[in-house]
């Protein structure tokens, strides 16, 4: 786990909220900073994406009949980066940093959320495999899984995406 980890702050991207992930992430900053959940402004959501080049249109987005902006994605990420995007809030608030909802502290906190996900998958998948294998078969099924599987390489190099938090939950 520990090469795990130091690959992904060597790999650490520009910024991890983007594309798609910037879709699940975004009902976060909408509803916690910007207040505004049914977007009925989009010029600081094209403000934020012209400052950390995030995407290159805001195709996440859909307008309504209303004039109300939504969310394409599901909120379910969202839920499970919360923890993670709060701390981050408050850390930002608290040391007078940028709280948009997208400086460095808050990517900071869902890699760190989201590998934190990875870790506890991990261990309760070895609790359960130890419940009916050996220690042998346990390591062996563990190690096939992180070497045999895109796992590894999508908690690593795509750290935000969904991969990580599916699998702790499966």
Not at 2 to 14: E, G, N
Not at 151 to 157: D, I, K, Q, R, S
């Amino acid at each position: 786990m520990a090469s795990a980890a130091i690959t992904a702050i060597i790999s650490f991207p520009d910024n991890i909220l983007s594309w798609d992930t910037f879709g699940y992430y975004l009902y976060l900053p909408q509803l916690f900073i910007y207040h505004d959940l049914g977007i009925h402004d989009t010029h600081h959501l094209q403000a934020i994406v012209d400052q950390y080049e995030n995407t290159a249109t805001l195709y996440r987005i859909w307008q309504t009949d209303s004039g109300c902006w939504l969310i394409r994605y599901t909120a379910g990420q969202a839920v499970l980066f919360a923890p993670f995007f709060l701390l981050a809030h408050a850390y930002t608030l608290l040391t007078g940093g940028v709280a948009d909802g997208f400086s460095l502290p808050y990517q900071i906190a869902i890699a760190v959320g989201c590998f934190c996900y990875f870790i506890a998958a991990m261990f309760l998948l070895r609790r359960i495999l130890l419940h009916f294998f050996s220690e042998k078969v346990t390591a062996i099924t563990l190690c096939l899984l992180l070497l045999g599987t895109n796992l590894f390489a999508n908690t690593v190099f795509s750290i935000a995406g969904i991969h990580a938090q599916l699998f702790f939950l499966y």
